[in-house]
């Protein structure tokens, strides 16, 4: 049997857990609050600072993992590294989750390194570094930290008058202890993509058909696949992700991002693990990007991929902060035909926190949005004291 190290714990985490489970295998889940999602699914915890080199170090040493799986940003990836030279396997490799973990630099690896199309971008450590930027780059632009997750902190100044709070929110945002943003162009794009892109121990690597996807305050809130990308643009993104996955190396899952224009294709983020926006997989075809993601790191084969046809996924949010929570409406999403709920088990909510996913397919990718939809305000949200 052999055993798996996840570091992070949230639904993501949690959908992971479950697939590898059901292969077998044994699983530690960490993060850095008690009865985070994954946690309730996996075999053993730890609750620690994951920034903390030597916390980091402690359970690494305690349990001897055969894979460490990092399923956030905010952890100490320099440890990641040493880790991996003393003989660990880091997932995809100690050097995707360094450079992942930080958009400043897997943003110069891609565009400098590898020469990928991205949208121009500078940096700012200070609040007068940024309104620099933001006048070089030009308005309006995209603000957002080096290190966050799930698009927290992204805001979009529109003008000079914007860059200030755009600062604030940004620094509010961040995760971990760099204290750095990263300035973007705006692309008028056409539609925003995720290409989950599979490397594999030994075999090809394959892409998951495309994901499309909807932002608030950098956030996602809905998915839908197939994306309407011409075969062109397809071939395009998918070259990109090759070149800058073969780049990475190891196994395992990547969520490639695009910015999808009418004449071209610009590299926008790469997560080396399951991305939020795949969540839709768990009802668009029989292995899910979790699943995938599984396979992969455990070198098992993958034949094929059987899709059920236009699916979609939208977010159940939180509004407020509650130390407790208890849904009502799951009876009403379930009673439409063709859909799915996932509540993930999040002891406490915060305002616009994921708590659940509704899921739904239809007879083309508008329906299954609409449903996707439909279910997910049917589920309403009760907080405690």
């Not at 305690?62 to 990836?77: F, G, S, Y």
């Not at 809130?221 to 996955?245: G, I, N, Y």
């Not at 509540?343 to 508008?366: D, E, Q």
Request: proline share 4%; charged share 25%.
């Amino acid at each position: 049997m052999k055993t798996i190290m996840l570091l992070g714990s949230g639904e993501l985490g949690k959908e992971v857990t479950i697939s590898a489970k059901r292969l077998g295998t044994k699983i530690i889940a960490v993060d850095r609050y008690e009865n985070a999602p994954a946690m309730q699914v996996a075999d053993e915890f730890e609750v620690i600072d994951m920034l903390n080199g030597r916390e980091l170090s402690e359970i690494v040493y305690k349990h001897k993992p055969d894979l460490i799986v990092p399923e956030i940003e905010a952890i100490r990836t320099e440890k990641l590294i040493e880790l991996e030279k003393e003989g660990f396997v880091v997932i995809p490799t100690a050097k995707a989750a360094y450079l992942t973990m930080n958009r400043d630099a897997i943003r110069e690896y891609a565009a400098k390194e590898l020469g990928v199309l991205t949208a121009k971008y500078a940096y700012a450590e200070t609040r007068e570094q940024l309104r620099k930027a933001c006048d070089e780059i030009g308005f309006p632009c995209v603000v957002k930290p080096v290190m966050s997750s799930s698009g927290k902190g992204q805001s979009y100044p529109q003008s000079a008058a914007d860059v200030d709070h755009s600062w604030d929110y940004a620094i509010a945002g961040m995760r971990g202890d760099k204290t750095k943003v990263i300035v973007e162009e705006f692309i008028p794009f056409e539609l925003e993509i995720t290409l989950l892109t599979v490397r594999q121990w030994n075999g090809p690597t394959l892409f998951v058909d495309p994901i499309g996807h909807r932002q608030e305050r950098g956030d996602y809130q809905e998915s839908w696949m197939p994306a309407e990308v011409s075969s062109e643009q397809l071939k395009q993104a998918q070259e990109m992700a090759k070149k800058v996955t073969d780049a990475l190396g190891g196994a395992g899952i990547f969520g490639v991002e695009f910015f999808i224009t009418k004449d071209k294709v610009y590299f926008s983020e790469l997560s080396p693990r399951p991305h939020d926006t795949g969540m839709v997989t768990l009802i668009s075809q029989d292995l899910s990007e979790f699943d995938l993601h599984v396979r992969a790191i455990l070198g098992l084969p993958i034949p094929t991929i059987n899709y059920r046809g236009a699916s979609a996924s939208a977010v159940i949010l939180a509004d407020r902060e509650s130390p407790t929570v208890y849904y009502h409406g799951l009876d009403k999403a379930l009673a439409l035909k063709n859909t799915e709920v996932r509540i993930f088990g999040k002891p406490t909510t915060r305002k616009y926190r994921r708590m659940g996913v509704a899921l739904a397919t239809a007879g083309n990718t508008s329906d299954a949005r609409k449903l996707a939809t439909q279910a997910a305000e049917l589920v309403n949200i009760q907080y405690g004291n």
